[in-house]
């Protein structure tokens, strides 16, 4: 089973200026039916930037070549590398980029991957400097999730961080997985398995508050329902508890410093 609920699959769906969203076919895991989504951006230089790129077909190839030169591909964390070889194989002018971790899990996959450069921790490469923002989030034991802030269209690209599959979309036997584990659209957010990872909740909600701060209007995720307006406050929704805790020790710091200055 392929079908998702969000066709037409493989083609690419503006989003705003210079913004693209390619709906891929799914993938199952563990029997679960995972909807995929790429992000096309294309910077000020006319190139094209991927974001976890889905299934490609010989119609996405074509339409992105009428579009410009595919010059980056983006593997933002250890579970989104599986379609990298074919579209290095067929965009061999692209740079692949891989968050930390991605080369060794794909490696235990038995799968091979071409050589990759690291994409940085606290800062936007060279080649898309002054067009997006980036970081990789901090605080998980072994979840490296690059994010990413294009300004033009003030759009955060994020990959696992939230789900928020559309019940309705999947096969009936499917959606008390979602129920379960949280991750239905009514309450997108983070997995628990991804979540119970973060030990550090301190610096996990430093690196949610900077995504914040970038003042994003729409948040496109890979799997399930991407939000198209209000983004700032469905991250302060899908991040509330560990935002909470930072706030109210936050709140807390402040009471006491005022207590000390009046002293």
């Known amino acids: ?16 200026a210079g913004l693209w969203i390619v709906d891929g076919p799914a993938i199952r895991s563990y029997g679960f039916p995972f909807s995929t989504r790429a992000t096309v951006v294309q910077l000020e230089s006319g190139d094209l930037w991927v974001h976890s ?25 250890q579970f989104h590398f599986v379609n990298i070889p074919d579209w290095c194989a067929a965009f061999p002018q692209a740079k692949f980029w891989a968050a930390p971790g991605v ?39 072994w979840h490296k999730e690059a994010v990413f802030f294009h300004r033009a269209s003030q759009t955060l690209i994020i990959t696992d961080l939230i789900e928020a599959f559309e019940t309705g979309k999947l096969p009936p036997h499917c959606r008390p997985f979602a129920w379960l584990n949280g991750i239905d659209d009514s309450d997108g957010k983070t997995p628990p398995l991804i979540a119970w990872s973060f030990r550090d909740k301190s610096v996990f909600a430093e690196d949610v508050e900077q995504m914040i701060a970038w003042g994003p209007r729409r948040v496109i995720l890979s799997h399930g329902r991407w939000y ?36």
């Open 1 to 16: 089973m392929t079908a998702t609920g969000y066709e037409p699959l493989n083609t690419l769906k503006p989003v705003a």
């Open 53 to 77: 790129p889905t299934e490609l077909t010989d119609s996405l190839h074509a339409e992105l070549t009428a579009l410009g030169k595919v010059r980056h591909l983006i593997a933002p964390n």
């Open 103 to 141: 080369q060794d899990r794909a490696a235990k996959a038995g799968l091979h991957l071409p050589e990759s450069a690291a994409l940085r921790a606290d800062g936007p490469e060279e080649d898309w400097t002054g067009e997006m923002d980036q970081l990789i989030v901090r605080g998980s034991r």
């Open 228 to 263: 198209e307006r209000d983004g700032v406050s469905e991250l302060e929704r899908a991040f509330r508890r560990v935002l909470r805790a930072r706030r109210w020790d936050s709140a807390i710091r402040d009471m006491k410093d005022r207590e000390n200055a009046g002293r």
